[in-house]
């Protein structure tokens, strides 16, 4: 199966540790997009790459977030200096811009990385 | 901030019946997906329908959308315990942002045996 995978499922650390999570996005997919999820929420749109480019940051990912996707291949999520409140679901999804075909636009989910900040 | 709002919030219905869940939203979209998410796990996706459809069928998924009244509704038939999951809506919308999506907060649908 060549799903978007992520590494790791969980994570548990403490406050005021670094942690950093990857993605791998499906191979021919050329758009990479990262969105958080709270208990009891929707998910919400963190930051998208084209290729790899990042083109857009929400307002939700502080100084302390930065993403790469080095080569446009896979990605990275790094949080520094954690936070309680950082603790939440963190999904990865991609998609590609074919101009043709059902699937263009739609966005493919990986299983998530769930982050618990003590 | 969120633009999608499904409702209910929460449905319970037995195996067999069919279920319903309706998503509002704000602003003019591009396209409205629809995905599943069981507890703890990452969402799929179940069906896309673009701003110039009306209507679409994915196997016992039916999905509806009117852009003059900004709503969808997505249809489950012969429901099974299995569709036991939180159901939500996403937007893309027109314009300049249309790769990222908005999605509301969902409705957990329970299917009893």
């Known amino acids: 199966d060549t799903g978007v995978s992520q590494d790791p499922r969980h994570k548990i650390t403490k406050r005021g540790q670094n942690v950093t999570f990857r993605c791998d996005p499906i191979?021919?997919?050329?758009?990479l997009y990262w969105y958080r999820q709270t208990l009891g929420q929707g998910p919400e749109f963190l930051t998208y790459?084209?290729?790899?480019?990042?083109?857009?940051k929400s307002r939700l990912l502080s100084d302390r977030f930065s993403a790469e996707r080095p080569k446009g291949s896979f990605s990275t999520l790094e949080i520094q200096r954690t936070e309680q409140g950082d603790s939440a679901m963190y999904l990865c999804?991609?998609?590609?811009?074919?101009?043709?075909?059902?699937?263009?636009?739609?966005?493919?989910f990986g299983p998530g990385t769930r982050l618990t900040v003590l | 901030s969120q633009q999608g709002e499904e409702d209910p919030q929460a449905l319970s219905i037995q195996e067999g019946e069919n279920a319903t869940m309706n998503c509002s939203y704000k602003?003019?979209?591009?396209?409205l997906q629809w995905y599943r998410q069981n507890s703890g796990r990452g969402l799929v996706h179940l069906i896309l329908?673009?701003?110039?459809?009306r209507e679409k069928h994915s196997g016992r998924l039916r999905v509806t959308l009117d852009t003059s009244k900004k709503s969808s509704s997505l249809l489950i038939t012969a429901s099974r315990a299995a569709d036991t999951a939180s159901y939500f809506c996403?937007?893309?919308?027109?314009?300049?942002?249309?790769?990222?999506?908005?999605f509301g907060k969902g409705t957990l649908l329970t299917v009893n045996p």
């Open positions: 329908i673009r701003s110039n459809e």
């Open positions: 602003t003019s979209i591009n396209n």
């Open positions: 790459f084209q290729n790899e480019a990042q083109l857009e």
């Open positions: 996403a937007t893309a919308n027109s314009g300049g942002s249309n790769y990222k999506l908005t």
């Open positions: 191979s021919e997919h050329n758009r």
């Open positions: 999804a991609s998609s590609h811009t074919g101009t043709s075909g059902g699937g263009r636009d739609t966005q493919y």
